[in-house]
């Protein structure tokens, strides 16, 4: 009889946990019975196709007082939920999930995922899971070694994030209708939701150096949000027409190809699954050395150059140091860093061995996080947690 493992997380619209739920689900599904419990089925950017989906129809709620109330009926629901369904393991993906699932503690195992560096930014939240769960699993090696120090957790592991390399090579190939941009020069390409922590506005006014020595280049950011007052600064920054913001793409993959290099600005991150598809298609990357991720995935010792804020051609992308974390969306201020991060994108772009090297180096890398590897170590975990 197959065990029964639930996943939990609050919503399936476009983001990194949630792509990992639902990839999670389809590798480990000929293995278990999978279950993905969400709080709103509003705005489902994934193929659940074919997926037991439970919607708690219990979305977010306003007023600190009501998120409280709704952290306890949706554990209460969820619950009654892991009863009637017999789980084995309840999987949660993010801090809100990562609630619910502790405070619905049943007769399965509970795991609690820590998908980002800001996570750490709430101890008493990570006590509470360190405590209540049977397991914490990072994204991050970072992340883990963090969880272990800080908290005297010996039960965190990490678990890097799956790709199925060939599968996005060959949605990259499947070109979507009115795309900008097919017959320019250099694209430089980011994607994100709109969110302060992408820091969008320092690429836009990097872009803005780049772009007075190369016209004939453009900057593409794909994902959810309207952009509005990233659109003002393009105008403002007089590069209103070499920029597009087509929102958020079910399948952002040929937007991805057409960029020449892919550069991504975030302040902070769990383990940044863009990264590793940009270099899958074989775009040399560009990236701030941010907590946490982007040193484990460009540099072999990764550990030597976490938190340095020094630029660094590493062997896999270039790595910046971390950005200014205030916004500022004044076109008349661009920072020394932000002209330094325009002498980056144009090296790139200027130098065909340097280009060529680390597309060369993408590739490799990305092929390195594999399905197979994910579904393998998940599945030794079940075993081991099933077998306690």
């Avoid at 949660?92 to 995922?113: E, M, Q, Y």
Wanted: proline share 4%.
């Amino acid at each position: 009889m197959k065990k029964k493992i639930m996943l939990l997380v609050p919503m399936l619209h476009q983001g990194g946990f949630e792509r990992v739920c639902v990839a999670t689900a389809r590798l480990l599904e000929p293995f278990y019975e999978i279950y993905i419990v969400i709080f709103s089925s509003r705005d489902i950017a994934y193929d659940i196709r074919g997926l037991r989906v439970i919607d708690l129809h219990m979305g977010a709620a306003d007023g600190k007082l009501a998120k409280i109330r709704n952290v306890f009926r949706r554990s209460r629901k969820v619950r009654r939920l892991k009863k009637e369904l017999g789980i084995d393991i309840a999987y949660s993906f993010g801090p809100t999930a990562n609630l619910v699932n502790v405070f619905s503690r049943s007769a399965g195992k509970t795991w609690c995922g820590v998908r980002s560096y800001m996570d750490m930014g709430n101890p008493r939240l990570l006590k509470l899971f360190c405590a209540r769960s049977d397991k914490i699993i990072s994204c991050s090696r970072v992340i883990e070694a963090e969880i272990r120090e800080k908290f005297q957790c010996a039960k965190t592991v990490t678990l890097y994030n799956p790709f199925d390399i060939r599968e996005e090579q060959e949605k990259a190939d499947m070109e979507e209708d009115r795309m900008p941009f097919r017959d320019c020069g250099s694209v430089i390409v980011s994607m994100g939701r709109q969110d302060d922590v992408k820091g969008f506005w320092h690429l836009l006014k990097s872009f803005s150096l780049v772009h007075k020595e190369r016209p004939e280049s453009r900057l593409l950011i794909v994902g959810e949000g309207d952009f509005q007052e990233y659109w003002k600064l393009a105008e403002d920054l007089k590069i209103s027409d070499a920029v597009s913001f087509p929102g958020m793409k079910k399948n952002p993959f040929p937007w991805m190809k057409l960029g020449s290099i892919y550069v991504m600005t975030s302040l902070n991150e769990g383990f940044p699954n863009v990264l590793v598809e940009a270099m899958a298609l074989g775009k040399p990357v560009i990236s701030t050395n941010c907590m946490t991720g982007p040193a484990e995935i460009l540099m072999e010792d990764f550990r030597a150059y976490v938190g340095k804020e020094e630029y660094t051609d590493g062997d896999y992308g270039i790595l910046i140091p971390n950005l200014e974390t205030e916004k500022n969306l004044d076109a008349s201020v661009i920072t020394p860093e932000e002209e330094r991060l325009a002498q980056q994108m144009l090296r790139l772009l200027n130098n065909p061995q340097l280009y060529e090297k680390y597309r060369k180096a993408a590739l490799k890398r990305a092929a390195g996080f594999s399905n197979e590897a994910y579904t393998e170590r998940m599945r030794e975990m079940a075993e081991e947690s099933c077998g306690d």
